[in-house]
């Protein structure tokens, strides 16, 4: 006899005899690592030793670090039916800030905590904007990702700002205590292992996951839509002010076009790792394995003398990859199931 038991986001799961999962067959989790390791055996065969060293390990992870750190903070907000494409231009803003600051003699011990205020008053911005006045996510941010563009040129102008304090700098292209892991990737490992916590193991995960299954019936049971969404973004904004300060200390130059052009890659890494578009579904651990796929392939193609311009197209296909693979593969599991004879799960009942 089949048991039924509710996952972490709160699903309807039934198992079989057996005690297997049959939700997990299919499931896009295991589509991007079976991808991953497609990545690592053509980086691999096309390469040879050159993708295997401990130092392009180090390339993958460093180039990586800013993308996966900001995707943290974007998966809650996917998750909640939202989405903020200004990430960006706040860690371009940031890295303006930086050069600003210290050009009129600040030190660095104060920059950092300021800029990262700055980029959570700028995710605020985009709080208010979505929760206060209703308006869109998709628009807001697609505005405050050109205005926080702007108001870094107006910072910093065309110029780059290139003497940091060597112990910074050095820190941003530096290795963890001996090992071939850079420092900036050290970042993202803690905080993947808060939000983590946060969004699979509290009453706050659980919320984010009702509002983004049905905002109206998460609101009815008590749920503080408004003020979730709200911090959301300022943690999404804050944590966007970090990378930038994390890119900044790497490539050892504050620039208003720091970052230009990564929310592409930072939102196909989320929805590539099985978050849906839609809200209410993914796994941090599938958005991970999702941000090393796409770290391994462009890594793997560079080494192969691949154009930026292939690139940038991998990184669409993969984003329109994200979109549709999940749909295609909820469709083999559906036939799967039906092919086994399994019955539907129950429909929950209230009384």
Same mark, same amino acid.
């Given at each position: 006899m089949s048991d039924v038991k509710t996952n972490v986001e709160g699903d309807v799961v039934r198992t079989s005899d057996s005690g /297997?999962?049959?939700?997990?067959? !299919?499931?896009?989790? @295991?589509?991007?690592? /079976?991808?991953?390791?497609m990545a690592i055996l053509y980086g691999a065969t096309t390469s040879g030793s050159d993708f295997l060293s401990g130092g392009n390990l180090n390339s993958i992870l460093s180039d990586m670090s800013e993308?996966?750190?900001?995707?943290?903070?974007?998966?809650?907000? #996917?998750?909640?039916?939202?989405?903020?494409?200004?990430? +960006?231009?706040?860690?371009?803003? $940031?890295?303006?800030?930086?050069g600003y600051l210290w050009n009129h003699g600040w030190a660095m011990e104060m920059i950092i905590p300021a800029v990262l205020v700055i980029g959570a008053l700028a995710g +605020?911005?985009?709080?208010?904007?979505? $929760?206060?006045?209703?308006?869109?996510?998709?628009?807001? $941010? #697609? %505005? $405050?990702?050109?205005?926080?563009? !702007?108001?870094?040129? =107006?910072?910093?102008?065309?110029q780059a700002v290139a003497d940091f304090p060597s112990k910074f700098t050095e820190w941003g292209f530096g290795t963890f205590a001996g090992t071939q892991?850079?420092?900036?990737? =050290?970042? *993202?490992?803690?905080? +993947?292992?808060? *939000? /983590?916590?946060?969004?699979?193991? @509290? !009453?706050? %995960?659980?919320?984010?996951f009702a509002m983004g299954a049905n905002e109206e019936a998460a609101r009815f049971s008590g749920v503080r839509v408004k003020r979730i969404k709200f911090w959301l973004f300022v943690v999404t904004g804050a944590i966007s002010a970090l990378a930038g300060v994390v890119y900044a200390f790497r490539f050892a130059s504050a620039r208003a076009d720091n970052g230009a052009g990564l929310e592409?890659?930072?939102? +196909?890494?989320?929805?590539? %790792?099985?978050?849906?578009?839609?809200? %209410?579904k993914g796994h941090l651990l599938g958005v991970i394995c999702a941000m090393l796929l796409l770290g391994t392939l462009r890594n793997a193609?560079?080494?192969n003398d691949v154009s930026a311009e292939v690139l940038t197209i991998v990184t669409g296909s993969l984003l329109l990859l994200s979109v549709l693979g999940p749909s295609v593969t909820a469709r083999v599991r559906e036939a799967l199931r039906r092919g086994r004879g399994v019955d539907a799960p129950p429909t929950p009942t209230t009384t």
């Open positions: /297997f999962d049959i939700k997990r067959l !299919g499931r896009w989790e @295991t589509v991007t690592v /079976f991808l991953l390791l993308i996966a750190i900001i995707a943290l903070p974007l998966t809650l907000i #996917i998750v909640a039916a939202e989405i903020d494409l200004s990430v +960006a231009s706040v860690l371009g803003l $940031t890295s303006a800030l930086m +605020a911005l985009n709080g208010v904007l979505v $929760t206060r006045l209703g308006l869109p996510s998709l628009a807001v $941010t #697609i %505005g $405050t990702l050109a205005m926080y563009r !702007g108001l870094a040129y =107006v910072v910093l102008g065309d892991i850079p420092n900036p990737f =050290v970042v *993202f490992i803690v905080l +993947a292992v808060v *939000f /983590f916590v946060v969004l699979h193991m @509290t !009453g706050i %995960g659980r919320s984010i592409l890659s930072v939102v +196909a890494v989320v929805l590539l %790792g099985g978050v849906s578009i839609f809200g %209410g193609l560079t080494l």
